[in-house]
T-cell receptor, first 113, second 113 residues
Framework: DVKVTQSSRYLVKRTGEKVFLECVQD?????MFWYRQDPGLGLRLIYF???????EKGDIPEGYSVSREKKERFSLILESASTNQTSMYLC????????????FGPGTRLTVT | GNSVTQMEGPVTLSEEAFLTINCTYT??????LFWYVQYPGEGLQLLLK?????DKGSNKGFEATYRKETTSFHLEKGSVQVSDSAVYFC????????????FGTGTLLAVQP
């Protein structure tokens, strides 16, 4: 079974803090994604990566950056957390031969106070 | 631009009732269409897909047919169970090699015994 794990299920941070969200997948997938999930807005793509050290902006990259130093790990960074970044963050991965069949982690619920 | 519109929830049904969750899309080209399901406390998982017009995707008793003429991909199940209670997301792929999905806002299904 494909497994995508995220470092925390719940996280509480203060405004202005630097926040790291980690995601690890064990299926050797090239593609990895970060989404945020908000009520009434569904999932919105923040960043994605199709190879180590490669990254592309999604639909809402402002206020976020990412890092992919190893194939299995994709990190989302909030350089200076703000209250409007309070959300559920979902990581996903997929194989290049089936790029749209994404496997998701359980999510990190981040609260910024 | 490309978009997905889902019926708003929550949808509340009794066990063994018939389920329909409506999904319509707007897209250039010929996207693939997907239904993902998110069970409580878990990440999303792919439920079914269809890659071209008139294809029918099916899994776990759920079905959806890719209707190009009505730009729809409605999810149906003949007899729902309590264990089907979850949030259902319709999605479309776009951009070919860019591996990206656009998700609808999600529809919460609650099945009562």
């Amino acid at each position: 079974d494909v497994k995508v794990t995220q470092s925390s299920r719940y996280l509480v941070k203060r405004t202005g803090e630097k926040v790291f969200l980690e995601c690890v997948q064990d299926m050797d997938h090239e593609n990895m994604f970060w989404y945020r999930q908000d009520p009434g807005l569904g999932l919105r793509l923040i960043y994605f990566s199709y190879d180590v050290k490669m990254k592309e902006k999604g639909d809402i990259p402002e206020g976020y950056s990412v890092s992919r130093e190893k194939k299995e790990r994709f990190s989302l960074i909030l350089e200076s957390a703000s209250t409007n970044q309070t959300s559920m963050y979902l990581c996903a991965s997929s194989a290049p031969e089936r790029p749209h069949e994404q496997y998701f982690g359980p999510g990190t619920r981040l609260t910024v106070t | 631009g490309n978009s997905v519109t889902q019926m708003e929830g929550p949808v509340t049904l009794s066990e063994e009732a018939f389920l329909t969750i409506n999904c319509t899309y707007t897209a250039t080209g010929y996207p693939s269409l997907f239904w993902y399901v998110q069970y409580p406390g878990e990440g999303l998982q792919l439920l079914l897909k269809a890659t071209k017009a008139d294809d029918k995707g099916s899994n776990k008793g759920f079905e959806a047919t890719y209707r190009k003429e009505t730009t729809s991909f409605h999810l149906e199940k003949g007899s729902v169970q309590v264990s089907d209670s979850a949030v259902y997301f319709c999605a479309l792929s776009y951009g070919g090699a860019t591996n990206k999905l656009i998700f609808g806002t999600g529809t919460l299904l609650a099945v009562q015994p």
